[in-house]
């Protein structure tokens, strides 16, 4: 018996994609043996990637929320500050 499913993939948005292959992950434990994915999918290796894409998006989360914590000091020691740059270049090129 042949079976057409369609899904509509959410290819501009990798949280709902994930979300998307933890259902289809999901949906196959549960119906087992009558699940359509057996012999057409690898499902150990579909549910080893979708964990570590998993927690790829983990840590580009945390590490986005820390980018976004204050930097620098807590309290101005001065009122003004004094700033040096200094440029390199190198031989033959300045």
Known sequence: MV????VDLP???PKESLELC???SEKHTALGLASP???FLDMVEFETKRASAAQKQ???NTRQGDSQALH???TLVSPTSRY???IVYPRGEG
Do not use: A, Q
Request: aromatic fraction near 0%; proline fraction near 5%; hydrophobic fraction near 25%.
């Open 37 to 39: 994915l057996n012999g």
């Open 3 to 6: 079976r057409t499913v369609r």
């Open 58 to 60: 983990k840590d580009g």
């Open 22 to 24: 933890k259902e289809i």
């Open 84 to 86: 040096l740059s200094i």
């Open 72 to 74: 620098g000091p807590e």
């Open 11 to 13: 290819i501009d948005s």
